[in-house]
């Protein structure tokens, strides 16, 4: 460690990182500008095989369901440019002195875990109604040992916007061609106006033009409990509620295990609902039976997930009374992938049309291959 730490952040280092804010936890976000450039965690693939999907009346099918990922090992690299809300120099009494203290160790905190070996670099900014560059882009090993702002309630926050522009133009405008990722934590400690909306649409719009993601931290103890109006390109959002500023340790190192380290798969849950047509067939399945069977509903979970890719076969039989139909096995037939930092990505399984024939008269199902329906998915973003 470069620099001491006070009890509360050493105590942070031990804590889980899981910040319950928002609804979901840390996880990516849903703008349209965000998800162009985004890819699931961990490489997931998924695809599913159905066998034959011509049968006769109460004819059995088999289906076998893959599922694999990659998670990659070692820390992401990363550009990070802190826009700190406070005039350059300062002082005060009170909580103001315990907040600004908990802040300067927190973002220390957040420097120590980037992993020289990563090649990841980190700046710092101040800004009030205008913005001044105290710490260019480099490995936290070379920030020089003064920085800092004095945050304190009814500062100015408009120098956020020009800030944001400076912080776009600083940062790599290609960074995945250098196998890094950019990113923003605004810190605001005030509840004053942050410019136009055009003015932070155009701040939000330079940010997402070189692929930078944004997170924000408020310090509520000082600016309240205020909403951000037309800040769009907010990733993350992380409230301090603490008097003190006691919780700001425990929210950098939950953000710094978020952005430093690729979360890992925990879960892994296939599920299949078939049509009132079909029904699983009990005992049949391998390398073990379903966790839950309802009706025509069948749904594995696997957690820890197995190393590797994994196969789930069962067979599926039509149900008597049905025939002369020709429709999909499922209704829907998914794998999710839950992630240690609570987000989740769901791949929807290949769902073929398979045709029950009557028991004589196997020409209703011509035109339909009785071959295998198979279709690798890779991962894609619900509605991209």
Known sequence: MRWPIGPALALSLLWPAAVAVPAGGLAPATGPAAAAGWSAPCNPSAGRTVAPVVVAEEGTLQVRATFDHACPVGQRRI??????NGVPSGSGTGPEVSINENLRASILGFLDLMDPG???RAGYTAFTDGHRNQVPLAPPEEWPAQWGAWASPGLETSGLVSAMHDAAGRLPANPAAAGSENLVVAILSSSRPLGTPSDLAAACGALRAVGARMAVVSLEQMRGSGGLGDLTCIDWFLRSTDGQGLDLPRLFMDLAHTVLF?????SVELADAMVDAFGYVRRSATPREPDVVFGPDVSWVFSPPPAGPQTISYR???????SALRTPLSREAYVTFRYSDGSEVRLDLPNPVVCIHPRNDEGYCAGLTASAAYLPLLARRAGH
Not at 79 to 84: E, G, K, P
């Open 79 to 84: 550009n990070l440019v802190f826009l700190q």
């Open 118 to 120: 990563a090649g990841s």
């Open 262 to 266: 690729s979360p890992t798969v925990e």
């Open 316 to 322: 599926v039989q039509a149900a008597v009374g049905w």
